[in-house]
């Protein structure tokens, strides 16, 4: 519950807003009126009286009613919001791209449509003395015709959403047919994924100290040592209670994690709640159908660790990789693994090309890794570990 609502806070942070106070309640199950007891209800209008607060937030989601209900019982100056509405609002102000900036609206929507009739609530109250035309009360035809507008955005967007999945999808199967490793760099939010991206391919994508400071994918070619050409993609942060209607808008770039080869699964080792954060991030890859590609943990801000806590993590994750993508610490040994994970399905072939079939050889120094090459009369003679899907390419000039 601490790591939790201390994330709350950080969140609010990210907003724009400051936390004066926090307050907790145990309850065997949600009170279905308030979410929390009338008592606390009570002492949570005493406490924004007293901080002068206009703004109350719970770290779960509200139903509507309890939503309604909780801002009936506050001071008139007091909104009241859950975790979900937070995280919305934070990401509608980082989307950037045209599809970022609809896969939050569509999930924007999706959360207003069941909470509309509290917006109405007061016009809906004022047909309840019955008499003639009792029955077409302005809040109702008022709350329908929202309704209508709301599922309209919803189909509207969604339907741009697939144009926009169907371009992304073209591009993603171009790079399959390529046979370039597809490596997916997720994780928690602010785990440092577009700094690692940022040391590998100077790609200079937004990096900055906040929750959620990425939220569009972003594709960038990188040759590994042996001279072969991978992509790295970088995806948006997972965070615990990810909200379903994020999870749901944000399907196109969710599938840039489902359709790679090899995840990179990116924890900052600084947080003193990392195996919480880890847990979140394989549950939500469960998720998303992604909890079976190839992984590799890689523990990133490694130069804000002692030793000692470095052998704690080692000892508890034996298999991990420990990096700074700020200083370049360990990075070397990263790119030695995804070498070899970029190995691992290749076919060993030896070929002799003919000069004039220039670009087979050049294509095998792009897409291939090399182990030898020497010039002789009758061409280039390679010896190349090649991607299956390349095997039909050399196989007529194979040496037997």
Request: aromatic fraction near 6%; glycine fraction near 6%; include cysteine.
């Amino acid at each position: 519950m601490e790591s939790s609502l201390a994330e709350l806070a950080r969140l609010v942070e990210t907003d724009g807003a400051c936390t004066v106070a926090q307050t907790t309640q145990v309850l065997d199950a949600p009170n279905p009126r308030y979410f929390v007891g009338k008592g606390k209800v009570d002492e949570i209008v005493e406490l924004c009286q007293a901080m002068d607060a206009d703004l109350v937030v719970f770290d779960d989601e509200l139903t509507p009613s309890q939503q309604s209900n909780l801002e009936k019982a506050m001071p008139r100056q007091v909104k009241v919001i859950d975790r979900t509405a937070l995280i919305l609002d934070i990401f509608a102000l980082h989307a950037t791209t045209a599809e970022g900036r609809l896969q939050v609206r569509l999930a924007q929507n999706q959360y207003l449509l069941p909470r509309l009739r509290g917006m109405w609530a007061h016009l809906a109250s004022n047909r309840m003395g019955g008499g003639v035309g009792s029955r077409f009360g302005e809040g109702e035809s008022q709350l329908e015709v929202d309704r209508r507008i709301v599922r309209k955005r919803i189909t509207s967007i969604k339907r741009e959403l697939e144009h926009l999945a169907r371009v992304r999808n073209l591009q993603r199967e171009n790079r399959q047919s390529s046979g370039m490793l597809k490596v997916a760099l997720a994780g928690y939010t602010n785990a440092g994924k577009s700094s690692l991206l940022n040391r590998l391919t100077d790609a200079d994508v937004l990096s900055y100290d906040k929750l959620f400071a990425t939220l569009d994918s972003t594709t960038r070619k990188y040759t590994l040592p042996n001279g072969r050409q991978i992509t790295l993609t970088d995806t948006v942060g997972f965070i615990q209670k990810l909200p379903t209607t994020l999870i749901e808008a944000f399907q196109s770039t969710l599938d840039e994690i489902r359709g790679a080869d090899l995840i990179l699964h990116v924890v900052d080792s600084s947080t003193p709640v990392l195996g919480e954060q880890i847990e979140a991030v394989e549950e939500i890859l469960e998720q998303i159908q992604a909890h079976s590609i190839p992984a590799i943990l890689v523990f990133n801000k490694c130069d804000l660790l002692d030793p000692a806590r470095i052998s704690q993590i080692t000892l508890r994750y034996p298999h991990a990789l420990f990096i700074s993508a700020q200083t370049g610490w360990g990075v070397d040994n990263l790119i030695a693994a995804i070498s070899r994970a970029a190995s691992s399905a290749d076919v060993p072939l030896e070929v002799v090309i003919p000069y004039q079939r220039g670009d087979l050889v050049s294509f095998a120094h792009e897409r291939c890794a090399i182990v030898s090459e020497a010039h002789e009369a009758e061409g280039t003679r390679l010896v190349l570990l090649a991607h299956k899907n390349f095997v039909s390419a050399f196989k007529p000039f194979v040496v037997e």
